[in-house]
């Protein structure tokens, strides 16, 4: 069996929800204040983390997760402009405007509309690998 010291602060918990306080008091005090001191443990290392870097560790993921470059946010962003763009030169197109071009003729109608989709879906999907490679590309050279 580990020592009371060995348990992380999750496992001493999970013992105190689960011991029977009245059978076994010493046990229960000895992993109650075990318990507490690794809680003021780490709260000594989160101060001193606040100290050097300003930012909590819960400020400093929920930041980090909020501001990951993937290429799904890539794609997404391309799709809310280039994709935009291309939307409403399909919508002019089904109106009659000749804005959509397929297989060298202006369409009109649905087929301009379907067309313009299909071309906004992958001048997004270009795009979007494009910059998110960039910045891939661009990470290792700030890295050396």
């Not at 870097?53 to 809310?80: H, I, W, Y």
């Not at 067309?115 to 990470?139: H, P």
Request: net charge negative; glycine share 12%; hydrophobic share 40%.
């Amino acid at each position: 069996m580990k020592e009371v010291e060995n348990y992380t602060i999750q496992e001493l918990q999970e013992a105190i929800d689960g011991m029977d306080q009245e059978k076994y008091p010493e046990k229960y005090i000895e992993i109650q204040s075990e318990l507490s001191r690794k809680k003021v443990k780490v709260q000594e290392l989160n101060d001193r983390i606040v100290k050097l870097s300003g930012v909590t560790p819960l400020q400093r993921t929920m930041d980090e997760g909020q501001n990951t470059f993937t290429f799904k946010r890539c794609f997404l962003a391309c799709c809310c402009s280039i994709g935009l763009l291309w939307l409403l030169l399909g919508i002019l197109g089904f109106f009659g405007f000749g804005t959509i071009i397929a297989n060298g003729e202006q369409v009109h109608g649905i087929s301009a509309l379907v067309s313009a989709v299909l071309g906004g879906g992958i001048s997004c999907l270009i795009f979007g690998f494009m910059v998110w490679l960039g910045e891939k590309v661009l990470r290792i050279f700030e890295g050396a």
